[in-house]
């Protein structure tokens, strides 16, 4: 006769494998063993790049202050839009108005570089380029050929890391009939040299009017009598 283990042992062995008692493993040991699995690289062949987590986190930075901004401002993020419209148009305004930002002068802002030419090669360099359709290269060919005339004719004395301006202003006490179209070249020519003006025909042949003009002009006499 069987013992009553043996009948439950046997039992047992004949229950359907849906029916056996589950295995069950301890938590800790689990989770380590997902983390495990989960970390495999077949898991993360299309997770974002480190750059596009980067811009991600960005855009989502720019989407908060946004909000925060339409928040605090009146009427919402349709005010804060007419604020922005309105910096903006004011921008451009300013922008029309007083051309591109120059630049503050310094060594490599003055009007020649470092190789010296006479008045004469200046001239010939300005129209070479206005005759290629290179006017602001022109432009700037032209002022230069004016402020060599004037220091060959002794009207300036010759002085590295003269500006334009400084040009013009110290020209006009000698040239005194010139001295607003002297003021106007050294603006054109800082425009299109800092300014991000671009020269043109016109602009061109103002300057080269000017400097034929200076050549024929008799300079005032500043110093004391002979």
């Not at 008692?21 to 689990?30: E, I, K, L, N, Q």
Request: charged share 25%.
């Amino acid at each position: 006769m069987m013992s009553t283990g043996g009948l439950i042992t046997r039992a047992a062995a004949l229950l359907p494998a849906a029916e056996k008692p589950p295995v069950t493993t301890p938590r800790d040991p689990a989770r380590e063993a997902a983390e495990r699995e989960l970390s495999k690289p077949m898991y993360h062949q299309d997770d974002p790049g480190l750059f596009q987590r980067a811009l991600d986190r960005f855009w989502e930075w720019v989407r908060n202050l946004f909000d925060h901004a339409s928040g605090a401002t009146p009427g919402g993020t349709l005010g804060l839009v007419a604020i922005a419209v309105l910096a903006a148009l004011a921008v451009a305004a300013l922008w029309w108005r007083l051309g591109s930002p120059r630049r503050t002068a310094t060594g490599r802002d003055t009007l020649f570089d470092d190789a010296l030419r006479s008045a004469a090669d200046h001239r010939t360099a300005a129209d070479a380029n206005a005759a290629a359709g290179r006017w602001t290269e022109a432009v700037q060919e032209r002022m230069r050929a004016i402020v060599r005339s004037l220091e060959e004719r002794t009207l300036l004395d010759p002085r590295p890391g003269r500006t334009a301006d400084e040009a013009a202003a110290e020209a006009a006490a000698s040239l005194p009939d010139h001295a607003e179209a002297l003021r106007a070249a050294a603006r054109t020519f800082d425009d299109v040299t800092y300014g991000g003006r671009t020269g043109d025909a016109g602009t061109y042949a103002r300057l080269r009017a000017l400097d034929l003009a200076l050549t024929r002009t008799k300079p005032l006499l500043t110093g004391p009598p002979a």
